[in-house]
């Protein structure tokens, strides 16, 4: 299970990549690997605003349906155009190609977004999981 | 992401402490081949390997080598077998020749399927019952005491046996070299004993995938070794291990029931549209004859429907069907279909539903629907199996 050191992540399996007042995210490799193939993802269109915690989308893979969760407060300024005719790029390239959608953060102070965990802390909660 | 639907990767604990899940002859084999193992039925079992998608395809497109070890299997053995197997399903194992098997259930005696079971007469006195995992203690329970006023004994052998079936169109030629038996001579739904690969099994026609395959029952310190040899063989006929994600998508595609969603104790074989594997007639009576015969003769309260998404959103199991947005049935089994490239889904739905659903001119402007996470996502009505193997 790949967890990049430089992106935080969320208990529901989300990783967040933070670049100025932007935050894009997506579902981590632990994510894919449970999840199996995914055949569909519904995404917040861009301009919709996102609170932290709160359901925005849905990924639909062969075995089950899961809700998408906002991990940051803002408003979507992009989706991922490829994710629509290729939903297997989450399995593919779940850091990657497989990105879901970008957050103008609300807070831009450059300040890490409460509730995130480091590359660390979801390693030790993916742990827990499995045992 | 929060995993609403599906059994996590089940935590397994390697020093093999007896709360875990039980291991199959094959388990090791799995974990060398990478594979997503999750807690099946009490078993630990491969999800996958790698793509389950790429697993069903290559099932309908070459072939796939599957571990069901985990199944429920029972002897019946001696002079009375038939007789009790007789009043013990609701099928007529007497009329079986040996070498053949027959798809059958275990009925309670209010109807209610208790299981469904394929059933092999390996000889005149000698019958072998494999049964799904989850029910195989309920099922050995229900022989052994139907089977009580006969002249018959009933065993559990579930871990006498490693159950490896090879599914796919080309199966047969993969099987050929590596086996004793003539198998332009095995029909669909014959089980006899062969030699695989040199050592002593039982090899049957049957499957659970909608396509030519095989099942072999060989002894499970010879797994491992069966197992290498058929990957070898048919590793250039495109022959890939497939976990039980594939195996569900395949048999829902073929049509075919799942105990636990498309029958349970609380239908009949009827509902399913399964009437065919009760024998009203047969002589002697057997359990549930009274209620199954009753219920016959009822008008149906439900219908078994195959039904077809154009939305990509997927109707799974407990999900609602809507008929002119009133609810009219449910999902009993869902998922997108490698094969149509559509969701598609097995759904009990009131039987004048089903009429109209499937009558261009009797729906009016009606909409037949599922209720996907809160939205109606509309459905058409087609018949069953979604997919059937070429000829």
């Known amino acids: 299970m790949t967890v990049p050191g430089e992106l935080y992540y969320t208990p529901e399996h989300e990783w967040v990549a933070l670049s100025g007042s932007t935050a894009s995210v997506g579902i981590t490799d632990h994510a894919q690997k449970a999840l199996g193939d995914v055949v569909f993802v519904s995404i917040p269109a861009a301009g919709t605003r996102v609170t932290s915690g709160e359901p925005c989308g849905e990924v639909e893979s062969t075995k089950s349906v899961s809700d998408l969760y906002s991990p940051v407060d803002g408003e979507v300024t992009e989706v991922n155009p490829e994710i629509d005719d290729d939903p297997g790029l989450l399995n593919s390239d779940p850091?990657?190609?497989g990105w879901l959608f970008r957050v103008q953060l609300d807070d831009a102070e450059g300040e890490v977004p409460p509730g995130l965990l480091s590359s660390a802390e979801y390693t030790a909660l993916t742990k827990e999981d499995q045992e | 992401m929060t995993d609403s639907a599906t059994a996590a990767p089940g935590g397994h604990d390697a020093s093999g402490a007896p709360a875990g899940p039980r291991r199959t002859p094959l388990t090791s084999v799995h974990e060398r081949l990478g594979a997503s193992l999750t807690d099946f039925a009490g078993w630990l079992m491969p999800?996958?390997?790698?793509?389950?998608?790429?697993?069903?395809?290559?099932?309908?497109?070459?072939?796939?080598?599957?571990?069901?070890?985990?199944?429920?299997?029972?002897?019946?053995?001696?002079?009375?077998?038939?007789?009790?197997?007789?009043?013990?399903?609701?099928?007529?194992?007497?009329?079986?020749?040996p070498g053949r098997a027959r798809y059958t259930m275990i009925s309670a005696p209010d109807g209610g399927v208790i299981d469904d079971l394929i059933v092999y007469r390996l000889a005149e006195h000698e019958f072998l019952i494999v049964a799904n995992a989850a029910n195989a203690p309920v099922v050995g329970a229900a022989l052994a005491g139907r089977a009580a006023g006969f002249d018959a004994a009933v065993r559990d052998r579930t871990d006498d046996y490693a159950l490896i079936a090879i599914q796919g169109p080309r199966s047969a030629a993969i099987l050929a070299p590596l086996t004793s038996a003539d198998l332009a001579e095995v029909r669909y739904y014959a089980g006899y004993p062969a030699k695989v690969a040199g050592r002593d099994a039982l090899l049957a026609r049957t499957g659970y995938t909608g396509e030519d395959g095989f099942e072999i029952f060989a002894a499970p310190q010879d797994a491992e070794y069966l197992w290498a040899e058929l990957s070898e063989a048919g590793a250039g006929d495109g022959l890939v291990p497939a976990g039980l994600a594939a195996?569900?998508?395949?048999?829902?595609?073929?049509?075919?029931?799942?105990?636990?969603?498309?029958?349970?104790?609380?239908?009949?074989?009827?509902?399913?549209?399964?009437?065919?594997?009760?024998?009203?007639?047969?002589?002697?009576?057997?359990?549930?004859?009274?209620?199954?015969?009753?219920?016959?003769?009822?008008?149906?309260?439900r219908q078994l429907v195959g039904l077809t998404l154009q939305s990509r959103r997927v109707p799974r199991h407990g999900y609602t069907v809507l008929w002119d947005g009133e609810p009219a049935g449910v999902v009993t089994s869902g998922a997108p279909s490698p094969t149509l490239g559509v969701p598609i889904a097995m759904a009990y739905v009131r039987p004048e539903v089903a009429a109209a659903a499937s009558d261009p001119d009797g729906a009016g402007t009606a909409v037949l629907a599922v209720d996907v996470r809160g939205r109606p996502e509309p459905a058409t009505l087609v018949e069953m199996p979604f997919y059937r193997r070429p000829a």
């Open chain 2, 247 to 301: 195996r569900d998508t395949l048999r829902l595609e073929a049509g075919m029931p799942l105990y636990g969603n498309e029958l349970t104790a609380d239908l009949t074989p009827y509902d399913a549209g399964l009437g065919r594997v009760v024998r009203l007639d047969k002589p002697g009576g057997f359990v549930g004859r009274d209620s199954l015969a009753r219920r016959a003769q009822e008008t149906p309260v």
């Open chain 2, 47 to 97: 999800l996958r390997y790698g793509s389950e998608t790429a697993e069903h395809n290559a099932v309908r497109t070459a072939a796939g080598l599957f571990d069901l070890s985990h199944m429920g299997e029972f002897a019946v053995t001696g002079d009375g077998a038939a007789a009790a197997l007789d009043y013990a399903l609701t099928g007529e194992p007497s009329a079986l020749k």
């Open chain 1, 95 to 97: 850091y990657g190609a």
